[in-house]
């Protein structure tokens, strides 16, 4: 197996997918691309042996030097309100061009035969995803839920004292872990046969908002109420909070996709790259209570 190198590795799931691949793989194979690699964090990974490159993906030669002797790169995606495209693109052709195998993409779920458009994420995606096709390398696209870490934005960190206050819908999300996700980042990366093909990684049931309230009142042994409210609402709540408008406004869009099924199917694929069942939101939100009460 030739040096597999993943982006983004200080961040949330580029970092977990760090630390399980060095459970699975000698330090001496894995690379990492950072913007800083002189952070505390990175001190710890460059003592095991990880090869840090100091990297962005709008520097273009910092991308080919760090590519240079790699296999495989994980690319986690660019964070939304930035030049998704330009970053994306300036990866897979780095990639080409420094002779890598493979790419591996984290995107986003969606339904095919859905018009929804989550804004400053779909459309992007769905460039990148064609670029890594039309690349002629090897790609896997780990299409990626709402994590179960950020459900709780959307749905209040004070909800058990005031209830699930979001706007109405019956749909569901079937929702994932972080772990999890990084654990099918893994697999891919350490085994073969996943060229050229597309996983649809939600978690293993799906909940609406209303089935979210009955865990949290099963979880904490108090009823939290399912309180619809207005869009309007909705954003007010964070701008009043001090919140940028746009950031109410994204919140807003994830809840109105999970409220259409945007992130409702349970394809399986999650359970069958990490071989287990993946966490459940209840399974989740028990852990994270139990910790806060501790």
């Not at 273009?60 to 995606?77: C, D, P, W």
């Not at 693109?89 to 591996?104: C, D, P, S």
Request: charge should be negative; glycine fraction near 8%; proline fraction near 3%.
């Amino acid at each position: 197996m030739g040096k597999l190198l993943v982006t983004g590795a200080t961040g949330s799931l580029g970092g977990r997918t760090l630390e399980l691949l060095l459970l699975k793989v000698p330090a001496n194979q894995v690379a990492v691309l950072v913007r800083n690699p002189e952070s505390e964090k990175m001190a710890g990974f460059i003592k095991e042996g990880v090869e840090v490159h100091q990297g962005d993906y709008f520097d273009y030669n910092s991308l080919m030097r760090a590519f240079t002797g790699v296999e495989k790169v994980m690319l986690i995606s660019a964070q939304a309100f930035t030049d998704r495209n330009t970053q994306h693109f300036n990866v897979i052709a780095a990639a080409k061009q420094a002779g890598v195998q493979q790419v591996i993409y984290t995107s986003i779920i969606r339904r095919e035969d859905s018009g929804f458009i989550m804004p400053e994420v779909t459309i992007s995606d769905t460039f990148a995803e064609q670029a890594l096709k039309a690349s002629g390398l090897a790609y896997t696209i780990m299409r990626n839920p709402p994590y179960l870490e950020v459900m709780q934005n959307y749905f209040g960190s004070n909800a058990y004292e005031v209830g699930v206050r979001v706007p109405e819908g019956s749909g569901k999300v079937a929702a994932a872990s972080l772990y999890d996700l990084a654990a099918a980042n893994v697999a891919v990366l350490t085994h073969d046969g996943h060229e050229n093909k597309t996983y649809t990684l939600n978690g293993s049931e799906a909940r609406s908002f209303a089935d979210i309230a009955e865990d949290l009142s099963e979880i904490s042994g108090k009823r939290v109420a399912y309180v619809p409210i207005s869009e309007k609402e909705y954003v007010e709540n964070f701008t009043n909070n001090g919140f940028p408008l746009p950031a109410g406004e994204f919140l807003s869009a994830w809840v109105r996709g999970i409220n259409s099924g945007e992130f409702s199917e349970t394809s399986g694929d999650l359970e069958r790259l990490i071989g287990r069942k993946p966490m459940t939101f209840k399974q989740f939100y028990q852990r994270a209570y139990s910790s806060s009460k501790n």
